[in-house]
T-cell receptor, first 112, second 115 residues
Framework: SQQGEEDPQALSIQEGENATMNCSYK?????LQWYRQNSGRGLVHLIL?????REKHSGRLRVTLDTSKKSSSLLITASRAADTASYFC????????????FGGGTRVLVKP | GAGVSQSPSNKVTEKGKDVELRCDPI?????LYWYRQSLGQGLEFLIY????????KSGLPSDRFSAERTGGSVSTLTIQRTQQEDSAVYLC?????????????FGEGSWLTVV
């Protein structure tokens, strides 16, 4: 099974609203990364948060990590129609040779 | 180009035929991944190459799937005797090293349709 699991699977919001999606994982990680995918094409890296960090910001993105709950959240503030995409979390574990394992993704639709 | 390049971008093949998918990673990247993504689904890990280490093949779904990486650069994913359930996007990605905290860079994928 996937190391990371996102919820919700799909999210529909109005432009200007915030979008929040969550990622849960099962075993200890080195870091957790969030990626974005437009229309089934290649994924693009958004942000990385290390296991000893609790929160990171990048522009309109805010990521939190709670290692005690083995969960992370991605918040997109003031969403735009261009934010419509699928968002994936990926966990990196030393025990797995530092390879990245992806979850099922959250499909976000931002309506203008 | 500067990014990860994959070919072909689209491939339609008949059931039972063999296919080869190619990945050209970013120059200098020592780590290379193959993932598979079915329509509307997440990424399924297939195989991971890191430098001269033995590849991690733990994600290959059957012995019909194999991959090699020649000269530490270009990689080829081969699917023998294709089945309809092999239809998916095959995504290649690379990163500088296999060390912790590396961002991986994806190609645009090879869309495989088995008819």
């Amino acid at each position: 099974s996937q190391q990371g699991e996102e919820d919700p699977q799909a999210l529909s919001i109005q432009e200007g609203e915030n979008a929040t999606m969550n990622c849960s994982y099962k075993t200890s990680i080195n870091n957790l990364q969030w990626y974005r995918q437009n229309s089934g094409r290649g994924l693009v890296h958004l942000i990385l948060i290390r296991s000893n960090e609790r929160e990171k910001h990048s522009g309109r993105l805010r990521v939190t990590l709670d290692t005690s709950k083995k969960s992370s959240s991605l918040l997109i503030t003031a969403s735009r129609a261009a934010d419509t995409a699928s968002y994936f979390c990926a966990t990196e574990r030393k025990a797995a040779g530092n390879k990245l394992t992806f979850g099922g993704g959250t499909r976000v639709l931002v309506k203008p | 180009g500067a990014g990860v390049s994959q070919s072909p971008s689209n491939k339609v093949t008949e059931k039972g035929k063999d296919v080869e998918l190619r990945c050209d990673p970013i120059s200098g990247h020592t780590a290379l991944y193959w993932y598979r993504q079915s329509l509307g689904q997440g990424l399924e890990f297939l195989i991971y190459f890191q430098g001269n280490s033995a590849p991690d093949k733990s994600g290959l779904p059957s012995d019909r799937f194999s991959a090699e990486r020649t000269g530490g650069s270009v990689s080829t994913l081969t699917i023998q005797r294709t089945q309809q359930e092999d239809s998916a996007v095959y995504l290649c990605a690379s990163s500088w090293t296999g060390g912790s905290g590396n961002t991986i860079y994806f190609g645009e994928g090879s869309w495989l349709t088995v008819v």
